[in-house]
């Protein structure tokens, strides 16, 4: 009991020190593997026929995808392409608490793929988006 309490607070610590240092980038790539996370353990519940998990597990992905990918939108700075990801992480908000009164392992699929998709994007832009170009570097 005391070793798996003791693991957990390590993990916890080492979860904090990773956001204190982050950019901003790589708190939104965090929050995405967070969001992606709660879905695998979802979708893992979901097999399991485990429904409190199921439960659990959706809703922390709902709240990622809430209160840390759609609220940190720049929606004054980030016009149409940031009005598109508000209605699409709602989108997939509604879709997940479909899946979770329903228990559609396709629709928790295919909100696992769209939030992939744009992770996946949002992970090819950091490091390209840091770095000088060639013509300033000349």
């Known amino acids: 009991?005391?070793?798996?309490?003791?693991?957990?607070?390590?993990?916890?610590?080492?979860?904090?020190?990773?956001v204190m240092s982050a950019s901003p980038h790589?708190?939104?790539?965090?929050?995405f593997d967070g969001a992606m996370a709660a879905i695998f353990k979802a979708k893992?519940?979901?097999?399991h026929n485990d429904i409190a998990g199921r439960g659990m597990a959706i809703s922390?992905?709902?709240?990622?995808?809430?209160?840390?990918?759609?609220?940190?939108?720049d929606m004054t700075r980030g016009g149409a392409l940031a009005e598109r990801l508000s209605s699409?992480?709602?989108y997939m908000s509604r879709s997940l608490l479909k899946v979770n009164v329903s228990n559609d392992k396709a629709l928790l699929e295919?909100?696992?793929?769209l939030l992939s998709d744009i992770a996946g994007a949002w992970k090819e832009i950091g490091p390209t988006a840091q770095q000088p170009t060639a013509a300033a570097q000349v």
């Open 26 to 31: 790589q708190l939104i790539v965090m929050l």
């Open 1 to 18: 009991m005391y070793a798996q309490r003791g693991a957990s607070t390590y993990a916890s610590v080492g979860v904090e020190t990773g």
């Open 110 to 113: 295919h909100v696992e793929s």
């Open 88 to 90: 699409l992480y709602e």
């Open 60 to 73: 922390k992905a709902i709240d990622i995808i809430d209160g840390g990918l759609r609220a940190s939108l």
């Open 44 to 47: 893992w519940a979901m097999e």
